[in-house]
């Protein structure tokens, strides 16, 4: 007999939302460095990567929104930096996510 399989669909949808705000090359490239770095203000991360200020903010909100990033003032200063637990989660979570 074929043992039952269930799916947790909330944790399913969260796991896809995050693989969604990551599966994008330039989303991709901001983690990387922020990976290298730990810590970069928006002015420091469009800089790194050669791209229009309102791009990089665009995809930050994007990565931060979906739990992939973290932010912090300082000062008149925004730093963001990779929420450690986040892509270890993607992948617990798509493990655990069948029974």
Sequence with gaps: MAKEIVLDIVKL?????????????MR???????NEKKKLSVTEIYEYLKI???AASHHLNILKSKGVLL????GKQI?????????????????????
């Design 28 to 34: 991709i490239a901001i983690i990387d460095l922020l």
């Design 13 to 25: 949808e969260a796991a896809a939302s995050k693989l969604r705000a990551i599966a994008h090359p």
């Design 71 to 74: 932010s912090k003032r300082e």
């Design 52 to 54: 229009e200020q309102a």
């Design 79 to 99: 730093h963001y930096s990779v929420k450690a637990s986040a892509l270890t989660e993607i992948v617990q979570c798509i493990d655990k996510c069948n029974g």
